[in-house]
T-cell receptor
């Protein structure tokens, strides 16, 4: 079956530090890949997505590249801010149809001033 | 364009009672998904519905849980005879009829507490 594995948190960084949150996946076919962000007490917001190999999704300074050869979709940001503190979820959708998303367990990111 | 609406936002039930969670998808969206998030866990897919049809309920517990998405009105997730283990955040998501990427838009969730 499909699965997503992401690094466990919490991840604590200082403001302006470089961020990487690792995500790898197992899936049949050609899934679409997503990063969602969840702020305390809120629902999930789509941060970025990529639909095919070598695609790069980007939004709000965050980037992730769909790497089929390593089955990875690592999230990166060059300079984090306190406001980036949240829980980040990597997810996949099996290719070809409208299916439920498969999520990783989430990574809690804490940015200190 | 209003986003996905869920109500109530918080629901408290005693063991053995019924819980009804409602979800109104975004305008123009005909696909609805329900997910459950247990404390310190990621979201787990429960069920996928289109209007008047259950498409995939592979993530639904076999007993006590049911879902519907009638022709008119919101989607309902119903939990009968709740137990403490049902305490969780329940999220609804919707997507438009044609979406090659299966991008889903999430509601704010209903936090169920079973006493």
């Amino acid at each position: 079956g499909n699965s997503v594995t992401q690094m466990e948190g919490p991840v604590t960084l200082s403001e302006e530090a470089f961020l990487t949150i690792n995500c790898t996946y197992t899936a049949t076919g050609y899934p679409s890949l997503f990063w969602y962000v969840q702020y305390p007490g809120e629902g999930l917001q789509l941060l970025l997505k990529a639909t095919k190999a070598d695609d790069k999704g980007s939004n709000k300074g965050f980037e992730a590249t769909y790497r089929k050869e390593t089955t990875s979709f690592h999230l990166e940001k060059g300079s984090v801010q306190v406001s980036d503190s949240a829980v980040y979820f990597c997810a996949l959708a099996a290719g070809g149809g409208a299916d439920g998303l498969t999520f990783g367990k989430g990574t809690h990111l804490i940015i200190q001033p | 364009n209003a986003g996905v609406m869920q109500n109530p936002r918080h629901l408290v039930r005693r063991r053995g009672q019924e819980a009804r969670l409602r979800c109104s998808p975004m305008k123009g969206h005909s696909h609805v998904y329900w997910y459950r998030q247990l404390p310190e866990e990621g979201l787990k897919f429960m069920v996928y519905l289109q209007k008047e049809n259950i498409i995939d309920e592979s993530g639904m517990p076999k007993e006590r849980f049911s879902a519907e998405f009638p022709k008119e009105g919101p989607s309902i997730l119903r939990i009968q005879q709740v137990v403490r283990g049902d305490s969780a955040a329940y999220f609804c998501a919707s997507s438009p009829p044609v979406s090659g990427t299966n991008e889903q838009f999430f509601g704010p969730g209903t936090r169920l507490t079973v006493l």
